[in-house]
């Protein structure tokens, strides 16, 4: 048989990203007007930066009390739901924050916002339920972060623009009294329409990827489907079987039903209806067993957390740090080589920005990161492999931290600002390439589909308290260091923690995907040769976000009904399926992302 490349479903990954632009968007579009915020609810100056930390600090400490609640959540009732109800919590939080009159109902507010939304591991589910194949997860997997460079790049211009309209437009708004009493309100407002956005994408026409809910009713999906009809878009007339699911892929092809000979001998079931063209599904697949936390947490599980929490304490903290260091005054005058300054540690000052420079730097930083995303990462794990990468990337971290401080050394203006930019590009080589391999990695771990979204929430729960505790560390340590002469303080500390957080990826081991995983014959009692196996590997089709499935043809009747094969029960009138044991070996992944370069060039 010809063989089949696997694709990326380019719609539903377009669909998800539209549904999670708004977050980013509303999260940095805080950025640029918090002090002036805090400031108008009464707040000394000098305690402003203190608060300012406190109401980002409150917001990831919630985040992370709250994520494992979330995931089980999106595990019983669906990956669709739960995004969608933390896009509207979200979005209300969003609201009031802009009408906070008090500092108390800010940090509360802010705190809720936290709490209320899990959506950071569910999404990141849900993607890698969407693409189960190895070669596809680089490209799937730089999706969302690309988004969120590109909601980075757009909210703290979004949050300066609309803050105090009243004073920056006085002809416009000047009149409002609305706008005079809450001048925060509008950035808010403008940035709920976009999550009305997000919120309408999400409910008309993203489809769950959890499979034990895929076959249920999805009265969102029906409405979108008629409004894409009446709009004159492609319709699918899908009958109401229970059963029926959405394929994820694009234009896919309907492989044969297995035969009953090539299923494993554990897994063969019998039909009472050997004629039905459509297999019978196994009743049990109803059934739904919370994951205990023995299978969550196993051994590369856990290794994978604990480099992901790293990962986000020290990148984060850098961050946070940088614009505090590009706003210090420089050093006055010439140095004193034997007083003030001396070598390697005993040197202070920084660039003296402000920050409509600052703005200008990480506007830049924000496009570098988008690219590197979208144009570098793909092709990049596909030559090297995604554990390769993630350990290149654990080396360069010290490394960046460690050389950050001595750009102030540099006595011309342009070269210092060279040495600043070149060293702010490698580190977001770094970091981008960093986390979606860390993601990629750390599903892979999971010993089942059943226990990701679980899994999903506890990465959140630790990378929320590594982005908490990373920043206010990294805070203490530069006010620290700043009053004995010794600015570099914070970077060597981030340095340290780096070399940490790179002792454990030397011991993650690169899985297959879950997905994969429960397809995998161990019988290992298949005639098929090696041709047949290349043959079965490209037109076996994988239901992305379950175990490996087959389309059954069945004619026009059905588009293609997927299910877990271990859940079918095949007729066995059909005699000319493709061998399982064949088709889902691990050594049929290609192992060396090697389709993945091809699929980069030809998109």
């Known amino acids: 048989m010809k063989a089949h490349k696997p694709k990326l479903p380019v719609q539903q990954l377009a669909i998800l990203a539209v549904a999670r632009f708004a977050e980013p968007l509303a999260f940095t579009s805080v950025f640029p007007y918090l002090p002036e915020m805090i400031a108008s609810f009464g707040v000394e100056k000098k305690d402003i930066a203190k608060w300012a930390g406190a109401t980002s600090a409150v917001f990831s400490l919630?985040?992370?009390?709250?994520?494992?609640?979330?995931?089980?959540?999106?595990?019983?009732?669906?990956?669709?739901?739960?995004?969608?109800?933390?896009?509207?919590?979200?979005?209300?939080?969003?609201?009031?924050?802009?009408?906070?009159?008090?500092?108390?109902?800010?940090?509360?507010?802010?705190?809720?916002?936290?709490?209320?939304?899990?959506?950071?591991?569910?999404?990141?589910?849900?993607?890698?339920?969407?693409?189960?194949?190895?070669?596809?997860?680089?490209?799937?997997?730089?999706?969302?972060?690309?988004?969120?460079?590109?909601?980075?790049?757009?909210?703290?211009?979004?949050?300066g623009f609309f803050a105090k309209p009243a004073d920056r437009f006085p002809g416009l708004f000047g009149g409002s009294?609305?706008?005079?009493?809450?001048?925060?309100?509008?950035?808010?407002?403008?940035?709920?329409?976009?999550?009305?956005?997000?919120?309408?994408?999400?409910?008309?026409?993203?489809?769950?990827?959890?499979?034990?809910?895929?076959?249920?009713?999805?009265?969102?999906?029906?409405?979108?489907?008629?409004?894409?009809?009446?709009?004159?878009?492609?319709?699918?007339?899908?009958?109401?079987?229970?059963?029926?699911?959405?394929?994820?892929?694009?234009?896919?092809?309907?492989?044969?039903?297995?035969?009953?000979?090539?299923?494993?001998?554990?897994?063969?079931?019998?039909?009472?209806?050997?004629?039905?063209?459509?297999?019978?599904?196994?009743?049990?697949?109803?059934?739904?067993?919370?994951?205990?936390?023995?299978?969550?947490?196993?051994?590369?599980?856990?290794?994978?957390?604990?480099?992901?929490?790293?990962?986000?304490?020290?990148?984060?903290?850098?961050?946070?740090?940088?614009?505090?260091?590009l706003n210090y005054p420089e050093h006055e005058g010439p140095r004193d080589w034997a007083g003030d300054t001396r070598l390697p540690f005993v040197f202070s000052g920084g660039f003296g920005m402000d920050s409509g420079r600052i703005g200008t730097i990480f506007t830049l930083y924000g496009v570098v990161c988008g690219v590197i995303q979208f144009l570098v990462f793909p092709p990049l794990c596909a030559r090297f492999g995604v554990l390769r990468c993630f350990r290149g990337c654990a080396i360069v971290f010290p490394v960046v931290y460690t050389v950050t401080p001595y750009t102030v050394l540099v006595a011309d203006p342009t070269w210092r600002y060279a040495a600043l930019v070149a060293v702010m590009c490698t580190k977001a080589f770094a970091v981008i390439i960093g986390f979606p391999c860390t993601t990629i990695l750390l599903t892979n771990s999971a010993a089942s589909l059943s226990v990701l979204g679980t899994l999903n929430g506890f990465a959140t729960t630790f990378s929320a308290l590594g982005r908490a505790l990373g920043p206010a560390l990294a805070g203490a340590a530069f006010s620290w260091g700043v009053r004995r002469g010794v600015i570099g303080l914070p970077w060597w500390?981030?340095?340290?923690?780096?070399?940490?957080?790179?002792?454990?990826?030397?011991?993650?081991?690169?899985?297959?995907?879950?997905?994969?995983?429960?397809?995998?014959?161990?019988?290992?009692?298949?005639?098929?040769?090696?041709?047949?196996?290349?043959?079965?590997?490209?037109?076996?089709?994988?239901?992305l976000g379950g175990a490996s499935r087959t389309a059954i043809n069945a004619g026009d009747a059905l588009d293609a009904v997927d299910v877990p094969e271990d859940r079918i029960v095949p007729d066995p009138a059909a005699r000319d399926g493709l061998p399982l044991s064949g088709s889902l070996k691990s050594s049929s992944v290609f192992q060396g992302y090697g389709s993945l370069a091809g699929e980069h060039r030809r998109q």
């Open 62 to 159: 919630a985040q992370s009390v709250t994520a494992v609640p979330w995931g089980r959540a999106s595990d019983r009732f669906g990956r669709k739901p739960t995004v969608i109800v933390g896009l509207f919590c979200t979005m209300a939080c969003f609201l009031i924050w802009g009408v906070s009159t008090s500092l108390p109902m800010a940090i509360v507010i802010r705190a809720i916002q936290g709490a209320s939304n899990g959506n950071v591991g569910i999404i990141r589910t849900m993607v890698a339920e969407m693409v189960p194949e190895k070669e596809l997860q680089p490209r799937a997997f730089s999706i969302m972060p690309l988004v969120w460079s590109i909601g980075s790049i757009f909210g703290p211009a979004f949050g």
């Open 177 to 325: 009294k609305f706008l005079n009493a809450y001048p925060f309100a509008l950035p808010n407002i403008m940035g709920s329409i976009i999550f009305m956005v997000s919120l309408t994408t999400a409910l008309l026409f993203l489809r769950e990827t959890l499979a034990t809910k895929r076959h249920s009713r999805d009265w969102g999906l029906a409405v979108g489907a008629r409004i894409s009809e009446a709009l004159g878009g492609r319709h699918h007339h899908h009958r109401g079987h229970r059963h029926r699911r959405y394929s994820f892929q694009d234009d896919e092809a309907a492989a044969p039903l297995l035969a009953a000979d090539m299923l494993p001998s554990s897994k063969r079931r019998t039909s009472s209806a050997a004629s039905s063209p459509v297999a019978t599904i196994d009743p049990r697949f109803e059934k739904v067993e919370p994951p205990t936390m023995r299978a969550v947490f196993t051994r590369q599980s856990v290794i994978n957390l604990i480099s992901y929490t790293f990962l986000a304490l020290h990148s984060v903290a850098y961050d946070q740090v940088l614009p505090v260091f």
């Open 493 to 543: 500390l981030l340095a340290g923690a780096a070399v940490l957080g790179a002792v454990p990826v030397w011991l993650i081991e690169e899985g297959e995907s879950p997905s994969r995983r429960r397809g995998v014959d161990d019988d290992d009692d298949s005639d098929g040769n090696d041709e047949d196996e290349e043959d079965a590997d490209g037109d076996d089709v994988q239901l």
